[in-house]
């Protein structure tokens, strides 16, 4: 049996779910070395814990193996990733998800250190069966099409990470996570809809939606989704396996009525402007027109599911983006 945790490696630590994680555990008393090149990540998103003694950032790439092999940990969570490439060719997120997920399947082989990794709600592709369950086909477009690449290259992960565990014994869990937001998130589409959204009603710009805005998605706020990992990271007892990290399929919601909530909230007494953005000018370009899933397995053998609805969620979001742009440090 796996012994329970001490020391975590959290990769992509910096980022915006890798920065959360890392503070609720450092909280709980771990140890966690954090592994960020920085690229994306920000430094101050670890200020509550950067000076902590059982905390140590390493800024690096984190497919480097010779850093992974410095560190003497039981446990890596793996967060660190390219995302769906909107306005590029898709294989800078191929080549690289591929590189650092190797990387970090061969050092946790070579020294049985537990694995948590973090895949997407993306690998359920055009599957039209909802909600969708860690058991549903997974069903991705045509290469093609630079919008699967993303999907693609967790998917490849998640293959690559169940054949280590057939056949080293690997313990391991998958993580789906599903349209995570909140305080701290990344701007701009990196962040996904809401931070646009959010900094466009914030600056009085139109909103712009991809499509026609009837694509529609289940959102999860950052606590509930950490809250989500660090039980998987305290129960060694679980077999191995796929989780998703989701809210209820009651919570799915179309983009533009998303953008209707956020100006809402932001501008009550408004009417909503919208910019559409056709699909074509991204080039080749597929969407996913509904994305849902179901939390039943996490809340049947984690006793977990989604607490903050998601207009509750969207107003702490807004306070926080509101207090960093006018120059206040957020809370």
């Not at 191995?240 to 956020?262: Q, R």
């Not at 007494?269 to 969407?287: A, Q, R, V």
Request: glycine content about 8%; proline content about 4%; overall charge negative.
């Amino acid at each position: 049996m796996f012994i329970k945790p001490k020391h975590i490696i959290v990769t992509g630590a910096a980022g915006f779910i890798g920065s959360y994680l890392s503070i609720r555990l450092i909280r709980a008393g771990y140890e966690v070395t954090g592994i960020d090149d920085l690229s994306r990540g920000k430094q101050i998103n670890l200020r509550e814990i950067e000076s902590h003694p059982n905390f140590k950032l390493i800024q690096a790439d984190v497919g480097n193996m010779e850093v992974l092999s410095s560190i003497d940990a039981d446990t890596l969570v793996h967060l660190a990733s390219g995302k769906i490439p909107r306005y590029d060719s898709g294989l800078q997120v191929l080549q690289e998800n591929d590189r650092v997920s190797n990387a970090i399947v061969q050092y946790c082989m070579k020294n049985f250190i537990r694995l948590l990794f973090a895949s997407t709600s993306d690998v359920y592709g055009k599957n039209p069966n909802l909600p969708f369950t860690e058991s549903s086909d997974l069903m991705i477009g045509s290469p093609e099409n630079k919008r699967w690449a993303y999907a693609l290259s967790k998917l490849h992960t998640e293959f690559l990470i169940s054949a280590a565990g057939r056949s080293s014994g690997l313990p391991y869990q998958i993580m789906r996570f599903f349209g995570c937001y909140g305080p701290n998130m990344a701007e701009g589409w990196w962040g996904g809809p809401q931070s646009v959204f959010i900094q466009q009603a914030l600056k009085n710009e139109a909103f712009t939606i991809h499509g026609d805005g009837a694509q529609t998605r289940s959102y999860i706020f950052i606590d509930d989704l950490v809250n989500a990992v660090f039980r998987l990271v305290e129960d060694v007892e679980l077999d191995s396996g796929i989780w998703n990290i989701c809210a209820e399929p009651l919570s799915e919601i179309s983009v533009i009525d998303l953008a209707k909530e956020i100006q809402a909230i932001v501008h009550p007494d408004e009417s909503l402007n919208i910019e559409w953005i056709p699909y074509e000018t991204f080039g080749k370009y597929e969407d996913v027109m509904r994305r849902v899933g179901s939390a039943e397995k996490a809340k049947k053998h984690l006793n977990w599911e989604a607490k903050v609805d998601l207009r509750e969620g969207l107003k702490r979001t807004i306070e926080w983006m509101k207090q960093r742009d006018n120059g206040a440090e957020p809370a």
